[in-house]
C-alpha cells in the first residue's frame, strides 16, 4: 500500500518537471527525452500503487490517472496490466476483514474493463476474456462485453465462445435485456472487425436472444443482426 509520504514525494517529483517546462519564459516548451521518461516513468508508479490501496477511493484516482493516460495515447503494458488487476479485485485477490469481503467494487471493475476497451490490444482482449470468467456482477459483465466489441479481436474465435459462455450463464437463470444488446453490439463490431462470425455459438446465441425472453426491440436487433451477417463473404 502507498503511504502518504511516498505518494507526496511522487507528485511532487511530477510537479517539478511541469514546473521546468514554464521556466524563464513563462511559455510552455516540449520536454527533452529524460524528462518525458522520468515523468512516465513516476505517472506509472502513481497508477500502480494508487490501484493496490485498500480503498475505493484511491483506485478510482488510479483509474482517472488511466484514463488521462490513454487520452494522450498511453498505451503502456503496465497500465493494461494494472486495469486487468482492477477489473478482477475480489474476484482472484481478494481480501477479507471480520469475516467479510472489503475490497468488492462493482464500479472499479467497471470502470477497468472499460478503459481496457480503450487499451484496445490483443493482450487487453486477453485480460477481458480472463475477468468474463470469474466476474457474477451484470453491469461489468455488460461493460467487458461492449470493450471487446470495441477492439474487435477473434482470434481462434475465443472471443465470441467466451461471450457465448456468458450468455448460457444468465440466459439459463436471469434473462437480461441489456447483456442480451451488448452481446448483439459486440457481435456486430466483431463480425465488421472480421468480415462476419463463423462460430456456430454466436449465431446460436443470437438465435436464442431473437426467440427469447426479451423485450421486442432487442429480439427484432438479434433478427436483423442475424438477416446482416448472411451478406459477409460474398
Known sequence: MISFKRFFIMVTAVLFIASTVFAQTGQRRELTVE????????ELMIIRE?????????????????REA????????EIRQTLAFLAEE???????????????FPDVRRQAVRLLGQVGTEEAAQSLREALLVENEPMVIQEAIRSLGIIGENEDNQTVLHIAWV??????????????????????????????LTAPEAIRTLFRIS????????RERARQLLADL???GN
Do not use: C, W
Open 70 to 77: 490513454l487520452d494522450r495515447g498511453n498505451t503502456h503494458d
Open 230 to 232: 448472411r451478406s459477409y
Open 211 to 218: 426467440e427469447g425472453s426479451y423485450i421486442t426491440p432487442v
Open 50 to 66: 494508487t490501484a493496490r490501496s485498500r480503498t475505493r477511493e484511491q483506485k478510482m484516482i488510479s483509474l482517472e490517472f488511466i
Open 167 to 196: 450468455f448460457e450463464r444468465f440466459d439459463n437463470l436471469n434473462p437480461d435485456n441489456l447483456m442480451a444488446l451488448s452481446i448483439i453490439d459486440a457481435f456486430e463490431n466483431i463480425a465488421r472487425t472480421n468480415n462476419g
Open 35 to 42: 524528462e518525458s521518461y522520468l515523468q512516465e516513468a513516476i
Open 90 to 104: 475480489s474476484r482472484r485477490s481478494i481480501v477479507i476483514e471480520s469475516g467479510r469481503i472489503v475490497n468488492n
